[in-house]
């Protein structure tokens, strides 16, 4: 059974920095495309960034040149190093497959950008 755990979110101050965790049971990021998706109050979950299998990137324009996500193969970890950031960052973001049929959803976490 697939389990996802993200972790790292938090409460920064517009400008700052944070990096969110993705660690999962029952997905080898090694050989699975994987992708961070957000979702702010009142609007649909959205794709952030993704990583493939063979190692490319993809990116939101809206977070294009301050978010790189990255891939942990040997801790099974995702990460997305997130810069520069603004008030419409915060959301709820969450990782998994980086197309359907999506695994079952973590608990995602909390970034709350704000002054």
């Known amino acids: 059974q697939v389990q996802l755990v993200e972790s790292g979110g938090g409460l920064v101050q517009p400008g700052g920095s944070l990096r969110l965790s993705c660690g999962a049971s029952?997905?080898?990021?090694?050989?699975?495309?994987m992708a961070w998706f957000r979702q702010a109050p009142g609007k649909q979950r959205e794709v952030v960034a993704t990583?493939?299998?063979?190692?490319?990137?993809w990116y939101a324009d809206s977070v294009k040149g301050r978010f790189t996500i990255s891939r942990d193969v040997v801790k099974n970890t995702l990460y997305l190093q997130m810069n520069s950031l603004k008030p419409e960052d915060t959301a709820v973001y969450y990782c998994?497959?980086?197309?359907?049929?999506?695994?079952?959803w973590g608990q995602g976490t909390q970034v709350t950008v704000s002054s």
């Open positions: 990583f493939s299998r063979a190692g490319t990137t």
């Open positions: 029952g997905i080898i990021f090694s050989v699975t495309s």
């Open positions: 998994n497959i980086d197309q359907p049929p999506w695994s079952t």
